[in-house]
């Protein structure tokens, strides 16, 4: 577990918890008054095949009364939890989690009985979007896609300034078609966008086609930048994917930007310089997006939960004005 304390972009507004669940780890911190970033930590994500919605909300409980303690002053109004795989954010649902095991689970209910506070329920890569566009590189864009791209591939929509998440499955672009005749993805499909162009895919087909060990995409980048001919052919092959799939998301969905995070944008210009120019070159009459770095790294999910939460209650405050029930 690790605990730190930063002063975060959120601004003032009122006092939230929000916890940001990993398949491996959840990120969670009381964000104050005046928007500072308290108490963050990294805890393991628990992981109970009998009960994995209840283990995860029991942990989410238990984190944010040690989130309490730690700052006795401070009271928050609401709790933000985003989760992966499929969300329903509207019911309050996650319909489906691979790496958490779990299926059609209230989570949103269970979160508020665990914490005695309301909550705004999501998805982790929404949140991450929705805190890009609000507080980072995808301000400004009307229509804007964020990608996250690490162990697997996964995206936001922003389109005319809102979210879009087609009913909790919108925003799957790494189980978008790269291969027909590829390899079999864990989502069940075959030749998936991820099993060629995410971090987790380039170590993977690199150690399997060159015998050579490799930890993650940064070790692949390397090994073809002094000039081992399979690290860029992996290498090459993931970009060339990247440049596909996106240039079928511009004809498509047009947006006037993509924003990339993650784990493999960390490579910087040896991603966005070749991933820019085969685009260009698959693009015609197309408007063509701009390609930005993400600027909020490994918090944005974090602060597009606290968002959220902060949403949530304001929400709740203006029907308590108007008399209107939320």
């Not at 590189?137 to 300034?161: F, H, P, Q």
């Not at 993650?216 to 290498?235: F, N, Q, S, Y």
């Not at 991933?275 to 408007?287: I, K, P, T």
Request: net charge negative; aromatic share 4%.
């Amino acid at each position: 577990m690790t605990t730190a304390d930063a002063p975060g972009p959120l601004g003032p507004g009122v006092p939230v918890l929000a916890f940001d669940v990993g398949g491996t780890d959840t990120k969670s911190a009381l964000i104050g008054a005046d928007g500072a970033v308290l108490g963050l930590r990294r805890t393991p994500t628990p992981l109970d095949p009998a009960d994995p919605a209840g283990a995860v909300v029991a942990s989410i409980g238990t984190l944010a009364r040690a989130h309490l303690d730690e700052a006795p002053g401070i009271a928050p109004v609401a709790v933000g939890v985003s989760v992966p795989g499929l969300v329903d954010e509207v019911s309050g649902v996650g319909i489906f989690a691979s790496n958490l095991g779990w299926r059609d689970a209230p989570i949103r209910s269970l979160a508020e009985a665990a914490t005695g506070l309301p909550v705004a329920f999501g998805h982790d890569v929404r949140a991450a979007g929705d805190a890009e566009h609000r507080l980072g590189a995808a301000r400004g864009y009307g229509d804007v896609v964020v990608l996250a791209i690490g162990t697997g591939i996964a995206s936001s929509l922003i389109l005319d300034g809102r979210p879009y998440a087609g009913g909790g499955y919108a925003g799957e672009f790494g189980h978008s078609l790269a291969d027909p005749l590829g390899e079999p993805c864990a989502c069940g499909a075959i030749g998936c966008l991820e099993t060629i162009a995410s971090a987790g895919a380039i170590a993977r087909r690199y150690r399997q086609a060159s015998g050579n060990p490799a930890t993650g995409a940064k070790d692949v980048l390397a090994a073809a930048t002094t000039g081992d001919p399979v690290a860029k052919r992996v290498w090459n092959d993931a970009v060339e994917a990247l440049a596909q799939a996106l240039a079928r998301l511009v004809a498509n969905l047009a947006p006037e930007a993509i924003v990339i995070g993650g784990g493999l944008a960390q490579s910087g210009t040896a991603l966005f310089e070749p991933l820019g120019e085969r685009l260009d070159a698959l693009l015609s009459f197309h408007r063509r997006p701009a390609l930005v770095h993400a600027q909020l790294g490994d918090d944005a999910g974090l602060l597009g939960t606290a968002l959220a939460a902060r949403d949530l209650a304001a929400a709740r405050a203006a029907s308590r004005t108007t008399g209107v029930a939320s």
